[in-house]
């Protein structure tokens, strides 16, 4: 996160183990999809509550772009308390390391850089626990909002079942849906989640 205001006010509601205001959430997103013109992205995470979905549908709307596919990916707890007890970053680049899955080249340090990897300030079972309450009582709400469109606005997908598989059934979703989407070249050391997909 950038050291802006905004930024600073992010950081502080996160690690403290709250959810972003949805219109707060609204604009950190229309800010970077403004600057996304004409090209295919990814929102991971976003939206979280059905104000959000709304608020987001509003504002492709206002600007004729349409909302194709809703991906709900459901995995269980514990899973995710292992990925988070297991990830390290590094916090001026934002690169995330799995000691699992995606470890440093040199324990404890990024590749990059070679400067130590922290864990972030809200990994912790604590601020999960209260993540997962306030992310149940909301995303449930919103999941059945994109269930009830018309099947022709937007495609809502539900993925569970074994961790390993997720990624791949979730490529075939995007290929099925995108069909003229093409694969990009190797992506870049900074390549994070949620950027364009095109």
Do not use: C
């Amino acid at each position: 996160m950038e050291r802006t205001d905004i930024g600073k006010e992010v950081e502080e509601i996160v690690a403290s183990g709250g959810l972003l205001p949805d219109e707060l959430m609204l604009d950190l997103v229309a800010q970077k999809l403004d600057t996304l013109r004409n090209k295919n992205w990814i929102l991971d995470g976003f939206p979280r509550t059905q104000r959000q979905g709304r608020l987001l549908d509003n504002y492709l709307k206002h600007r004729n772009l349409p909302l194709s596919l809703v991906v709900n990916v459901d995995i269980r707890d514990d899973v995710i308390l292992d990925w988070i007890a297991d990830r390290w970053v590094h916090i001026p680049s934002g690169r995330v390391y799995s000691t699992s899955y995606k470890p440093p080249k040199v324990p404890g340090y990024d590749d990059v850089t070679g400067e130590p990897l922290t864990k972030r300030p809200d990994d912790t079972p604590e601020i999960f626990s209260r993540r997962l309450d306030h992310y149940y009582a909301q995303t449930s709400p919103l999941l059945y909002y994109y269930a009830s469109r018309s099947p022709h606005a937007t495609r809502l997908v539900n993925l569970d079942g074994d961790v390993n598989l997720l990624w791949p059934t979730l490529d075939n979703v995007v290929r099925e849906s995108f069909p003229t989407v093409r694969e990009r070249a190797t992506p870049g050391p900074d390549t994070t989640t949620g950027a364009n997909a095109s």
